[in-house]
Structures are given as structure tokens and as C-alpha cells.
T-cell receptor, first 115, second 112 residues
């Protein structure tokens, strides 16, 4: 098992609500990436944070936003939830410098259901 | 942008036989290719990865091969065991692009 943790494990929200998901990176890792995994699909890259700055973003609308804290933990915020946002949200941490892709280790994920 | 195609989507093999999963990528600048195993309800776990300066890498029963000219890479599992049953994902990344692009996954079933 990796040292990456996520909370909560499960969450149920209704359309239009807002949600915050949390991730603690593995010790020594300063980079956190967030992915959305719809049922039966591969993970899709949302964005990455390195040293508290966004460092790359996938094809997701601005209502998906994030933060990284000085201890390298991270939050994913989603506003105005839509039914299609129902998915497993994974964070992955990696060591090293931005620009040099290191091995990414995934957390257990947060399963979000939007009703 | 980068696109990764993975085949087959499902694979069933007899215990002890070999399994091969293939992926193709679109961006010739891709230089890092990890494979993840995801059991039901669990996190993706890295099982092996390869960088573009290497053509093959082995770790016990698992091997990955990379053909940069054809832009494809493959996962080989030998002497399969029931615990190998899972969904396997390939991924590709370009140095500096900061993201992994995943294939659609292969559900591998090992029949005893």
C-alpha cells in the first residue's frame, strides 16, 4: 500500500451543491495530481499541484479547482455539481521536480455520487 | 493531445498460461509508460513502468516491451495465477506535460 490517503471514502451530494475532497501525499512527495475515474473507464487527468501552484490542467471546466498546502496535502473542489460528476476521484503523489515526470502513487479514492 | 488505445477490453486465460495486453499511443514525444493494476474497489497500483530509453523491462512474472517506432507497448504476464485477476491500465506521459493519459483498461480473468 502507498502512503497516500484520501477523505472521505464515499460522498453523496445533489445537483448544484459543492464538494471538497482531500488528499494527503506520501511522505517526501511534493507533487499531487488529481484524476477522475468514471465507472468502467480509465482515470482522466484533472490537474496537478507542485509546491502550492497549479502545474498542468486537463480538459475540465473551471468549476473544478484545487489547492495545495505547505505540507503538500491537497484539496479538490467541485462547484455546481452535475450528475456526470459522479465518479471515483483519485489523487496521486509523486516526488521530485515539476517537469520531470516521476512515478505516481495513487490514494484509495473518494467515490462521489451526485443525485 | 495524447491518446492511448488499449486492447483487448476483456481477456480470459487459464491459470498458468500467459496474458498479453497491448497499448498504442499517438504522441511520439511520449517517454514514460507505466502499467497499473486495479482490483475491484481498490486504488490503481503501479506494477511496472518503462521509459523510452529502454526497450524491455522485466520484474519476475511481469514484463513490458516498448516499440517506439510503432508507438506501442505491451504488458506480458507469465504463469498467471488467480490473484492476477483485475483490471489493468496502461498509461503514457510526455516529460513536461505533467499528466498520465490512460488507456480504457483490460479486465483480466484467470480461470482455475
Amino acid at each position: 500500500e502507498t502512503g497516500v490517503t484520501q477523505s472521505p471514502t464515499h460522498l453523496i451530494k445533489t445537483r448544484g451543491q459543492q464538494v471538497t475532497l482531500r488528499c494527503s501525499s506520501q511522505s517526501g512527495h511534493n507533487t499531487v495530481s488529481w484524476y477522475q475515474q468514471a465507472l468502467g473507464q480509465g482515470p482522466q487527468f484533472i490537474f496537478q499541484y507542485y509546491r502550492e501552484e497549479e502545474n498542468g490542467r486537463g480538459n475540465f471546466p473551471p468549476r473544478f479547482s484545487g489547492l495545495q498546502f505547505p505540507n503538500y496535502s491537497s484539496e479538490l473542489n467541485v462547484n455546481a455539481l452535475e450528475l456526470d460528476d459522479s465518479a471515483l476521484y483519485l489523487c496521486a503523489s509523486s516526488p521530485g521536480l515539476a517537469g520531470v515526470l516521476k512515478t505516481q502513487y495513487f490514494g484509495p479514492g473518494t467515490r462521489l455520487l451526485v443525485l | 493531445g495524447e491518446n492511448v488505445e488499449q486492447h483487448p477490453s476483456t481477456l480470459s486465460v487459464q491459470e498458468g498460461d500467459s496474458a498479453v495486453i497491448k497499448c498504442t499511443y499517438s504522441d511520439s514525444a511520449s517517454n514514460y509508460f507505466p502499467w497499473y493494476k486495479q482490483e475491484l474497489g481498490k486504488r490503481p497500483q503501479l506494477i511496472i513502468d518503462i521509459r523510452s530509453n529502454v526497450g524491455e523491462k522485466k520484474d519476475q512474472r511481469i514484463a513490458v516491451t516498448l516499440n517506439k517506432t510503432a508507438k506501442h507497448f505491451s504488458l506480458h504476464i507469465t504463469e498467471t495465477q488467480p490473484e492476477d485477476s483485475a483490471v489493468y491500465f496502461c498509461a503514457a506521459s510526455i516529460q513536461g506535460a505533467q499528466k498520465l493519459v490512460f488507456g480504457q483498461g483490460t479486465r483480466l480473468t484467470i480461470n482455475p
